[in-house]
């Protein structure tokens, strides 16, 4: 069965460092891979996805991810984080059934930014 | 910008009470889906919908239930509550292009006391 694994549970970084969240992944297929964030009492808001070809995938907000196959991995990255940047951050994995596509969740990032 | 709303944003509710939670989203979307979520946990798929009369549980397991009568409305009924119900409560929907983007309105956080 498909599982996703954030090892991170909380992460803080200086605004405009740089950031990395990262994401494990268990499918035995190729995956449909997903991040996404959400904000203090808000839903959940999809940044990027995967579903195949470039391994390197742009999202909204200035966020990318990458793809590894052989490490199981889709981290999340952004060169420069802003303030607004600080919330709870869902990997995911996504599996086509018969008629609706299950995603499997993964427990969450929780970014803080130091001023 | 995504058109899915939740009523209500937040419920405190003591034991015993039937409690409908709303979801509706006016993009016409065929799949709809609610989550449970915990504080610093990840979400849970509950109850899953293909379409018009048409529903099925998630995997987890669920005392809630769900009715599909138009596109647009997915409610999710807890006959009787109970305190193992306190979560967070987050509504999706999905067209049925097989695009596997998920739209999620607000959520409803529910205490039972």
């Known amino acids: 069965a498909q599982s996703v694994t954030q090892p991170d549970i909380h992460i803080t970084v200086s605004e405009g460092a740089s950031l990395e969240l990262r994401c494990n992944y268990s499918?035995?297929?190729?995956?449909?891979l997903f991040w996404y964030v959400q904000s203090p009492g808000q839903g959940l808001q999809l940044l990027l996805k995967?579903?195949?070809?470039?391994?390197l995938v742009q999202g909204i907000k200035g966020f990318e991810a990458e793809f590894k196959r052989s490490q199981s991995s889709f981290n999340l990255r952004k060169p420069s984080v802003h303030w607004s940047d600080a919330a709870e951050y869902f990997c995911a994995v996504g599996a086509g059934y018969s008629s609706a596509s299950k995603i499997i969740f993964g427990s969450g990032t929780r970014l803080s930014i130091r001023p | 910008e995504a058109d899915i709303y939740q009523t209500p944003r937040y419920l405190v509710i003591g034991t015993g009470k039937k409690i409908t939670l709303e979801c509706s989203q006016t993009m016409g979307h065929d799949k709809m889906y609610w989550y449970q979520q915990d504080p610093g946990m990840e979400l849970h798929l509950i109850h899953y919908?293909?379409?018009?009369?048409?529903?099925e549980k998630g995997d987890l397991s669920s005392e809630s239930t769900v009715s599909r009568i138009r596109t647009e409305h997915f409610p999710l009924t807890l006959e009787s509550a109970r305190p193992s119900h306190t979560s967070q409560y987050l509504c999706?929907?999905?067209?049925?292009?097989?695009?596997?983007?998920?739209?999620f309105g607000p959520g409803t956080r529910l205490t039972v006391t």
């Open positions: 999706a929907s999905e067209s049925g292009d097989l695009s596997y983007e998920q739209y």
């Open positions: 919908s293909y379409g018009v009369n048409s529903t």
């Open positions: 499918y035995g297929a190729t995956p449909y």
């Open positions: 995967y579903f195949s070809g470039d391994t």
